[in-house]
Nanobody, 112 residues
Framework: QVQLAESGGGLVQPGGSLRLSCAAS????????MEWYRQAPGKQREFVAA???????NYRDSVKGRFTISRDNAKNTVYLQMNSLQPEDTAVYYC??????WGQGTQVTVSS
């Protein structure tokens, strides 16, 4: 059974940084596309970043240059390093495997 467990969310001031982690079990992430999505209150879930099995990243425009997705296949974990965080980045962040399996989400709140 595939399971994804996100961690690393929290409260941070504008301009601050957080690193989210997504630990997978039940499958090897090295063979799969891993993605991060987010959902703000009252809004639809939106794509944030993805990384292919060959390590090619892709980002939504609003996070380019601020967020970095990476993977550690040995730890079966994908990360999202988020820098220069802004209030509009406030959301629940979800990890996704092959656009099919989802984690439970981790809350990120950017506020002064």
């Amino acid at each position: 059974q595939v399971q994804l467990a996100e961690s690393g969310g929290g409260l941070v001031q504008p301009g601050g940084s957080l690193r989210l982690s997504c630990a997978a079990s039940g499958t090897m992430i090295s063979r799969n596309v891993m993605e991060w999505y987010r959902q703000a209150p009252g809004k639809q879930r939106e794509f944030v970043a993805a990384i292919t099995s060959t390590g090619i990243p892709n980002y939504r425009d609003s996070v380019k240059g601020r967020f970095t997705i990476s993977r550690d296949n040995a730890k079966n974990t994908v990360y999202l390093q988020m820098n220069s965080l802004q209030p509009e980045d406030t959301a629940v962040y979800y990890c996704c495997l092959n656009a099919y399996f989802w984690g439970q989400g981790t809350q990120v709140t950017v506020s002064s």
